[in-house]
């Protein structure tokens, strides 16, 4: 089926509820010791590569939408945020209102029962879409030699990146990680984690997607070495423990 005809077949939420639930019961069958091989991995590195669980179909969805609000909406920034150690963003974005005004296939994959379980089941811990809007979903593109996202981490505890499209890994873009690491908004020490832990760097290509622990992962998307374009879509959500805790909000200055 190609995806124009896909993409008018989907006009109800239960459609990528269905195309996401089986694919994912399928791939997580194979997978001899769950727990072990996936939810321990995620908690020692922070990051879990999960490219494997999601169907075609369905990236193929995010990919056409995102484009099509990216053509329509992006704002370029070029801000630097105090409260990540004065770290550059220097990209353009797709803002959370108006994906949820204009988007369908985002929205819907960001509600889905049966994603939400299977990101929660890999966490250990039941997760809930995040109480304050703003941060649900975001369309980040970097576009122009030196575009970075630079190092930070998130309000909420669980990413999910979806990769839309990515230039090949000489041309940089690699996500960088250091796990285990705390956010302190008023002294956020970006420079000495930097300089005192290991990092990891991981490249991914079109089509990956993978899940970070992003409040307690410092990270980063290193600079394009040229003109390329690097897309991705974040989705991110709030323990259910959580739901009443008062976040702040300091790196709001790029989505707004
Ligand atoms: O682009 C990436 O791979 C990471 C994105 C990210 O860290 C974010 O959107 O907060
Ligand atoms: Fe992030």
């Not at 053509?71 to 004065?86: E, L």
Request: proline content about 5%.
């Amino acid at each position: 089926m190609s995806i124009s005809t896909l993409d008018k077949k989907i006009t109800e939420s239960s459609d990528v509820e269905t195309l996401l639930s089986e694919h994912i019961s399928r791939s997580v069958s194979k997978v001899s010791d769950p727990t072990y091989e996936l939810s321990h991995a995620l908690s020692r590195d922070g990051y879990l590569k999960i490219t494997e669980f999601i169907s075609e179909e369905v990236k193929e969805l995010i990919r056409s939408e995102a484009f099509t609000l990216l053509g329509k909406m992006a704002k370029r920034r070029d801000i630097s945020i105090p409260s990540t150690g004065y770290s550059p963003r220097s990209l353009s974005n797709v803002r959370q209102e108006d994906i949820a005004q204009h988007g369908v296939v985002i929205p819907s994959v960001y509600h889905s029962e049966s994603f939400m379980r299977f990101i929660g089941m890999l966490a250990c811990e039941e997760i809930i879409p995040n109480p304050w809007e703003y941060e649900k979903f975001i369309i980040n593109r970097l576009e122009r030699s030196g575009d970075t996202h630079g190092w930070h981490w998130g309000d909420y505890p669980y990413s999910v990146i979806w990769v839309l499209e990515a230039p090949s890994i000489d041309y940089g873009g690699l996500l960088q990680c250091i796990p285990h690491t705390y956010w302190n908004k008023e002294s956020p020490k970006v420079e000495e984690y930097i300089s005192k832990n290991p990092i990891r760097s991981y490249y991914h290509a079109s089509g990956d997607v993978y899940l970070l622990k992003s409040d307690t992962t410092l990270h980063r998307v290193t600079p394009l070495q040229k003109d390329a374009t690097r897309v991705i879509i974040n989705m991110a959500w709030e323990r259910a423990r959580d739901k009443d805790r008062k976040v702040t909000h300091e790196t709001f200055a790029f989505r707004d």
